[in-house]
């Protein structure tokens, strides 16, 4: 709220509190042990129809907190960095993103908040080198050009979502004078900083909420409210109506913290003022807007309402004229048609949940055929690098873990966000290849991993939250001078996008790579299944199947390759068509069940197909091309496990000068330049003699210089 309904609602708070008001169920902080309520904030609902009212402050609309800056000490801006480059558009275009969760980042060694076990905003100062040294010459830094804060406001849940007070830092960070340094010192090195705005909901300890319970409070009508508890449930089956100390019920669609009503304009009148107060006096360069499409609601339905997105485009409207090079990226944790509802009216753009699963599960399962598809929707649905990319944030495993701890696929991961469209997000840790050991979301956030020293180098004494333990070997100091670590693979990427408009910001194509055997050439799959994993007792094992070979003689399952009994396992090999190549298995003449060795396998048995999508060895290729004015950047990415030598790359419309050179960027260094048609296309293009397995290739194609 503005500050000064704000210092007014303090004062009925402490009266409410003093009169035994919070009588009834337990309204305390959420256990920290458990964090699962505030920060497990995937999505929110939001919006509102109504013209909000002016926005500007009153003079002595000073926020209840210490930290409070002083009239003449604005917050630094002569270091800010360039804002457009006019070859690829707005900053944010061509930046590099850093998710950080200040808590487990860096204990401070010196100052107020040091040595207590807690990250801290004086502790990532003290980090920003490792981030970004300012210094081009160097190459020991990641390089990344933003950072996005989770929420910095004091909360009662650790990740900072259930918020009580959005105008001062959490205590257990520091300051607001300390953020004015951590701006200054991110400005130095070329470093934006966007943070979280959480605009849905608010804790249940907070002033706004607690002052405002009884009809007659002016805020009142800034949370819903029923007599009795509805019976219905959210559009995910969450309970959404909460007993308050009133005797009433409130709704709130993320655990017990109160939804705000977008209905009322106080509401708007409130979140403006917030919005207002960190663009123009604590200079933050943008928001990660939270939960956006549950802004509005009509119980039972709790999201994607069109309120919402009038709600935010009249936002947007008015951040934006707070600052026109206020970049905004809303979390709409759904699937593709719905976040295209979310435009560049409403936000710059959207982080791509979709695509995040199709860059993991290409690179698990080996097959181009899940990324080329999602880099293929989302540019169709937003257009060329529209969308925010990344692996997994604070809220999802992560990546390592998803890719079972593979150092090689881990590569291949990073390679694809990083030299792909869009705009990437990495999460701290990720580019050390943290891994989360449980499912529990708290755990997915653990401490930083510095050193491979008691405590991984995040704090002098014991951390607030275990440190994982793998941070032997996944740390930054183990890693930092190692040429085949995971660091240094991103820190190079890194590098190469910042160094490459056309990587930074180019234009994307999916590239074809096709074997240079007309028709295509296929694998061989080979079955090896154990009998104690087919029901019964197995005595015969049939795959019946789309074979490559119709010579195959008849068999008495009709069409089917019988498999041999070797030991405890029935074992055979099988010619497959090129393609998509669906089977079953037929035990004992009559049952049909599932491939229990094929991980691609869903359902349960009986009567399930099983799909084998690998039949080419160029289906393991995923290769793009990145064009920006004077060069294009070929992508060459091996998935697969073998080396590939029989291949050959097509690219239409690829309007390539007569002349070229290639340029290594990444990768093999004996990469041979094309010959373009007369079109200016590629057409069995070979920049390598061998595709290394789970290898990355970045090839800069450009004109011979002069």
Not at 232 to 248: F, I, K, M, T, V
Request: charged content about 25%; glycine content about 8%; hydrophobic content about 35%.
């Amino acid at each position: 709220m503005n500050r000064a309904r704000l210092a007014s609602l303090f004062a009925a708070f402490l009266v409410f509190a003093g009169c035994g008001g919070a009588s009834g169920v337990d309204e305390g902080s959420v256990d920290p042990a458990d964090d699962t309520t505030g920060d497990a904030t995937d999505d929110t609902t939001g919006g509102t129809d109504e013209t909000p009212p002016d926005d500007t402050p009153p003079d002595d609309d000073t926020p209840p907190d210490d930290d409070t800056p002083p009239d003449d000490d604005p917050p630094p801006d002569d270091d800010t960095p360039p804002d457009d480059d006019p070859r690829i558009g707005p900053w944010w275009q061509h930046a590099v993103f850093y998710e950080v969760f200040i808590r487990s980042f860096q204990d401070s060694a010196d100052g107020a908040k040091a040595n207590d076990g807690i990250g801290d905003i004086r502790g990532l100062i003290d980090r920003l080198d490792y981030l970004n040294d300012g210094d081009p010459a160097t190459t020991d830094d990641l390089g990344v050009t933003a950072l996005w804060l989770m929420p910095i406001h004091p909360a009662t849940s650790p990740a900072g979502y259930a918020i009580t007070d959005h105008y001062a830092i959490n205590p257990d960070y520091g300051t607001l004078d300390d953020f004015r340094e951590l701006q200054a010192e991110a400005k130095k090195r070329g470093i934006r900083i966007i943070t979280d705005l959480v605009l849905n909901h608010i804790d249940k300890t907070h002033p706004w909420f607690t002052s405002n319970q009884e009809p007659n409070a002016p805020g009142y009508g800034d949370f819903v409210w029923a007599d009795r508890a509805p019976t219905e449930y959210g559009d995910s089956w969450r309970q959404l109506w909460h007993l308050a100390p009133n005797g009433q019920h409130y709704y709130g669609r993320f655990g017990d913290l109160p939804d705000l009503n977008f209905a009322s304009a106080a509401v708007t009148e409130e979140l403006y003022a917030i919005t207002r107060f960190w663009i123009e006096e604590m200079g933050v360069d943008g928001f990660r807007l939270d939960a956006i499409k549950h802004l509005y609601e009509d119980a039972p339905v709790d999201q994607n309402l069109p309120e919402t997105n009038d709600w935010l485009r009249d936002f947007r409207a008015f951040a934006r004229g707070l600052d026109e090079n206020l970049y905004m990226v809303g979390e709409v944790w759904d699937s593709i048609d719905v976040v295209q509802r979310y435009g560049k009216d409403q936000m710059d753009m959207n982080f791509q949940f979709d695509l995040a699963i199709d860059i993991l599960r290409s690179v698990r399962a080996g097959n181009r055929e899940a990324v080329a598809n999602g880099f293929r929707l989302s540019t169709e649905a937003f257009g060329q690098n529209q969308f925010a990319t990344f692996l997994t944030n604070h809220d999802q495993a992560r990546a390592m873990s998803e890719l079972d701890g593979d150092l090689a696929r881990m590569k291949l991961a990073a390679s694809i966000l990083l030299a792909g469209p869009g705009v990437p997000f990495l999460y701290y840790g990720e580019e050390i290849g943290m891994l989360s050991f449980s499912g529990n979301r708290a755990q997915r956030r653990s401490p930083m991993h510095w050193t491979g020293e008691p405590g991984a180098g995040f704090s002098t004494v014991t951390p607030y939250r275990t440190v994982n333990s793998d941070y032997a070997t996944a740390n930054v100091a183990t890693q930092l001078d190692d040429p085949e670590s995971l660091l240094v693979h991103y820190r190079e990427l890194i590098r190469a996008r910042r160094a490459n408009p056309a990587l930074a910001a180019g234009s994307y194509t999916e590239v074809l790579v096709d074997d240079s055997v007309a028709g295509g050439r296929c694998d061989t799959r080979e079955f090896s299944i154990p009998a104690e994993d087919l029901p019964g007792a197995p005595t015969s094992v049939w795959v019946s199947g789309d074979f490559a070979d119709p010579a195959w003689p008849a068999n008495p399952a009709g069409g089917a390759v019988e498999l041999v009994r070797s030991g405890n396992a029935f074992v055979g090999s099988v010619k497959l068509r090129p393609g998509r190549f669906e089977y079953k298995l037929i035990v004992n003449g009559d049952q049909w069940v599932t491939d229990p060795t094929n991980p691609s396998t869903t359902g349960s048995p009986p009567f399930d197909n099983n799909v084998l999508d690998l039949c080419r060895a160029t289906d393991a290729v995923f290769a793009f091309s990145r064009r920006a004015e004077g060069q294009t950047v070929l992508a060459v990415i091996n998935l697969g496990d073998r080396a590939i030598t029989d291949y050959r790359v097509f690219a239409d419309d690829a309007r390539l000068p007569a002349s070229l050179t290639a340029r290594n960027i990444l990768g093999a260094s004996d990469v041979v330049a094309p010959v373009p048609t007369a079109e200016g296309d590629l057409a069995g293009y070979r920049p390598l003699p061998t595709l290394p397995p789970r290898s990355t290739t970045l090839i800069a194609l450009e004109p011979p210089g002069p």
